[in-house]
């Protein structure tokens, strides 16, 4: 029989931010990709990285600032690193858990650039806060250079643009890994933003929303199924008011027509729920969003916000 194939969105909650926290959540996180594996699943697996890139950001220019004979990174070398170190750490601690239940299967993490298109509006409106709290001199040090910052409690942050994903330049080598039956973590942190010019890829001073890159990954890999796994069980319309009434089942129309209504946080459930239509307009079956702890039962269709 064949296996369902589905991408699984791994959040914040499934990595932790300190090395050590990190160390300890992807153990956990390994049990969830585990159990949806012996459900029957073939699991490709993205997932987020802001702490892990914003701490990864200052340190490089702290260490750029230090030592004048090296310069700071860019945001797309950034985004490699914490893809780099994210991956080794769920992939060992997946590989673990399967020889714990004696299966034995390859998990693979793939290095991946995304395209995006430098006419995106997002280029031109940055949201995105990335690193540390600056302070004032700070800041116009990095519009001096010809950064975006704003103000917030505290100080200021750099903000970066969140361009929408166009095409995976490794989704070849993803599909060979998972026709061969692997594991495959990819498009973590949404990938690395890049710009194509004439043969060359550069990386451009941006992130990918990392719920729309799994939306693209699950398109691009002919997915059946996207699972977004969150902090809670099911999406809420009426979110953190008296009147907060959870979802279970829902069709493609009703998350466009609570979308328009403003049901949905935006930065937080808003850009799950854009994945998960998007995904099913492309030709996909099932989203289905819930909490990572209840990710088994989220694919068996036993919990969480399931959009068809």
């Known amino acids: 029989m064949e296996k369902k194939k ?3 969105a791994l959040g914040h909650r499934a990595l932790g931010t300190t090395l050590p926290e990190q160390k300890v959540a992807v153990k956990k996180s390994a049990k969830v990709i585990a159990d949806l594996i012996e459900a029957g699943a073939s699991v490709v697996i993205t997932h987020s990285n802001a702490p892990q890139v914003g701490m990864i950001h ?5 260490f750029g600032k230090a030592h004048e004979d090296y310069t700071v990174a860019p945001m797309s070398v950034c985004s490699a690193m914490s893809q780099g170190y994210i991956g080794y750490d769920l992939q060992n601690a997946i590989r673990a858990e399967l020889l714990r239940r004696g299966i034995y299967r390859p998990v ?10 430098p006419y995106d509006d997002s280029f031109y409106t940055p949201s995105k806060a990335i690193g540390r709290l600056l302070t004032e001199e700070e800041a116009e040090c990095e519009e001096h250079k010809g950064n975006y910052v704003t103000k917030v409690e505290g100080g200021y942050r750099r903000i970066v643009a969140a361009p929408k994903p166009q095409e995976i330049i490794e989704i ?7 026709d061969a039956d692997q594991i495959v973590i990819a498009a973590g942190g949404g990938g690395i933003p890049v710009l194509v010019q004439a043969e060359e890829l550069k990386g451009a001073s941006a992130v990918i929303e990392k719920d ?8 691009m890999i002919h997915a059946d199924e996207l699972m977004i796994l969150t902090s809670v069980e099911h999406v809420s319309i009426g979110y953190n008011t008296s009147n ?5 089942n829902i069709t493609v129309a009703d998350a466009r027509k609570y979308m328009a209504q403003g049901q949905f946080e935006p930065g937080s459930m808003l850009p799950k729920i854009e994945a998960s239509v998007e995904f099913l307009e492309k030709g996909g079956k099932r989203a289905v969003i819930t909490s990572i702890d209840k990710a088994k039962e989220g694919y068996l269709g036993k919990t969480g916000t399931i959009i068809q």
């Open 6 to 8: 589905i991408v699984v």
């Open 58 to 62: 200052t340190a490089m220019n702290e």
């Open 108 to 117: 693979s993490t793939v290095l991946t650039q995304v395209t995006v298109d």
């Open 172 to 178: 070849d080598a993803i599909r060979t890994l998972i």
């Open 212 to 219: 729309l890159i799994s939306a693209k990954l699950a398109e």
């Open 244 to 248: 907060a009434e959870p979802l279970s």
